[in-house]
């Protein structure tokens, strides 16, 4: 369980995080989205403790970060890729951590096994791939067996069989109880891991819903209807919170109505209808639409 | 992923850190398994005792080792200082050492997974110098020894080490070359650069005693009496000049640097995000 409450952080005159009131729960995969730019390291950072917050709380499990006696078996974390010393091997990094935690050795293979490492366990950390080191990062936020597991962008860098992996184990340390606070900016990703999304666009709180709900939100209502007869159609369409365009000659976007609806008004007419389907606008684009005016950088548009 | 829930495992009462122990151990880890560190420690080791011989070999030929030349308070006619001269070189690449140690973990961000698994920091800044002072005591004991031994073997007017003083000169070389590595590490955690930190080490050891001795003579040697080189060196006097530190008032001096840096250093990081 994170308890985020009224976080803030500036730097001088910027601020990267501001007043974030958020509860990740355990149990299910919390998706962390946002910009590049938007504060979301800048957050697990303050939860694991190491920026100080400018204002506000962020708890772990019930305390700060820094009031736990046993953090690593609290908290487990992948913060930023490669924060390993390249001339160090993959195990003596994980021993170093394991001997400061009080955890048995035999932790350290475990989670060795369960990256895949084992085999180049021995070898410097300098000579790994992007996805390796990757891999050892995850193998050093699971070190602890901890409660809950906070991942910063932890498919950055990893081949498909990466990804399918991070997402499996994601959501089985979920339903193992854990709670997973799991950060992207890949939308795509966050829709089918989490199943609930906490969004922040240039350090304030977008959404804090459940993935279901962003999904459908994104869809909205939306119908596409071709028609010989569109003209006459779109007049009995008409209504309080409907909208018709007619992008072209015979094409209609309805919002407002379902495609039922849109379906059993031109039967009525006896309006043939050549085409009439519910339009899922892109998740990607929703997340767009959502934190449009919240984006740090972006490209310039071009005026049309 | 293990077969145990995290409610099981809270249930297992396991010791819920690893404590000083465990930091020390985690410390140790860290510090062995860089090849970097024993590369330091053998060059330094090498350097001293080939030093040494080089020194104390060709004091018959003349030059400040042969007639007494040298900086004021250091006696280079004396066998037992020639022996050990070494130690000028040898501070550095252990000074150095100390600051790579710290700053690596900022260079490779090591430093978060450090201070996420002991949020209180300052004992990692103990549990650092604890680990790299007893290296590098151990090390700097052998080298300093090597070097006496090999420096009586190819001179004749080495004093034993019964004789006033020479257990402490070369005790004391460790002793000071400890103190050096330790600061190292406190400039790294002040400064958080390896290039900063080793700047600021090479500049207080070895460039403000060279443009002390441009400052007048009535009260340069009051001022430069006071840096950590020159007044942790007196340990490594046999007798010590006047109006300058006794050997361990010199030491004293020192090791006050050490403290100062550390303590320094544990308030810097207690407010500082990493």
């Known amino acids: ?304 | 992923m293990t077969t145990s829930t995290p409610q099981e495992q809270a249930a297992e009462k396991q010791p819920p850190t690893g404590g000083t122990t465990g930091l020390l151990g985690g410390e140790w880890v860290k510090t062995r398994s860089l090849r970097s560190t024993w590369n330091v420690l053998l060059g330094a080791l090498v350097a001293m005792v080939l030093l040494g011989l080089l020194f104390t070999s060709t004091a018959e030929s003349g030059g400040p080792g042969g007639n007494g030349g040298g900086p004021p308070g250091a006696d280079f006619a004396q066998p037992l200082t020639l022996s050990l001269a070494g130690y000028n070189l040898a501070q550095l690449a252990l000074g150095v050492l100390g600051v790579l140690l710290v700053t690596g973990e900022y260079t490779s961000g090591t430093v978060r997974s450090t201070f996420a698994a002991t949020p209180k920091r300052w004992p990692v800044v103990l549990g650092k110098a604890a680990v790299l002072g007893a290296l590098v005591l151990v090390a700097s004991l052998v080298a300093a020894f090597a070097a006496y031994a090999v420096g009586a073997a190819v001179t004749d007017g080495m004093p034993g080490l019964g004789a006033d003083g020479v257990l402490r000169v070369v005790v004391g070389t460790a002793l000071y070359l400890t103190a050096i590595a330790v600061l190292g590490t406190a400039l790294g955690w002040l400064l958080r650069s390896t290039a900063g930190a080793v700047a600021v080490l090479f500049g207080l050891v070895f460039l403000l005693p060279v443009l002390g001795q441009l400052l007048p003579a009535s009260w340069g040697p009051d001022v430069t009496r006071w840096l950590p080189g020159q007044a942790g060196g007196q340990l490594l006097q046999l007798s010590t000049a006047p109006g300058t530190f006794s050997p361990w008032a010199g030491f004293a001096v020192l090791v006050g640097y050490v403290v100062v840096g550390l303590v320094a250093s544990v308030v810097r990081l207690r407010s500082r995000d990493v």
């Open chain 1, 1 to 304: 369980m994170i308890e985020l409450r009224g976080l803030t952080k500036r730097y001088g005159a910027t601020t990267a995080v501001d007043d974030l009131t958020v509860t990740v729960r355990p149990g299910i995969v919390t998706g962390f989205l946002g910009p590049n730019g938007a504060g979301k390291s800048t957050t697990m950072r303050m939860v694991l403790g190491l920026d100080h917050p400018t204002a506000g709380t962020a708890l772990v499990n019930g305390k700060r970060y820094a009031e736990h006696r046993d953090p690593l078996r609290q908290v487990g974390a992948l913060l930023e890729a490669r924060a390993l010393h390249p001339g160090r091997t993959a195990r003596a990094h994980l021993q170093a951590l394991a001997a400061t935690a009080g955890l048995p050795r035999q932790r350290v293979e475990t989670v060795l096994d369960l990256a895949g490492l084992t085999s180049v366990a021995g070898k410097r950390v300098g000579g790994f791939s992007l996805g390796m080191g990757q891999r050892l990062g995850v193998a050093t936020a699971l070190l602890g067996d901890p409660a809950t597991v906070v991942l910063d962008e932890p498919v950055n860098g990893l081949d498909p069989d990466g990804v399918l992996w991070i997402r499996t184990l994601a959501r089985g340390l979920a339903a193992e109880g854990r709670t997973v606070f799991f950060s992207s900016h890949l939308m795509a990703e966050m829709s089918v891991t989490a199943e609930h999304l906490v969004v922040m666009g240039r350090g304030r709180l977008v959404a804090d819903v459940s993935t279901a709900e962003f999904i459908r939100r994104a869809g909205g209502d939306a119908v596409r209807v071709r028609s010989p007869r569109a003209g006459e159609l779109a007049g009995l369409l008409t209504g309080p919170d409907v909208t018709v365009e007619s992008p072209e000659r015979g094409l209609l976007l309805v919002t407002g109505v379902t495609a039922e609806t849109v379906g059993d008004r031109a039967a009525g007419a006896g309006i043939a209808l050549h085409e009439l389907a519910p339009v899922q606008a892109s998740l990607e684009e929703a997340f767009m639409a959502l934190t449009h005016d919240d984006r740090e950088y972006r490209t310039q548009e071009q005026p049309s």
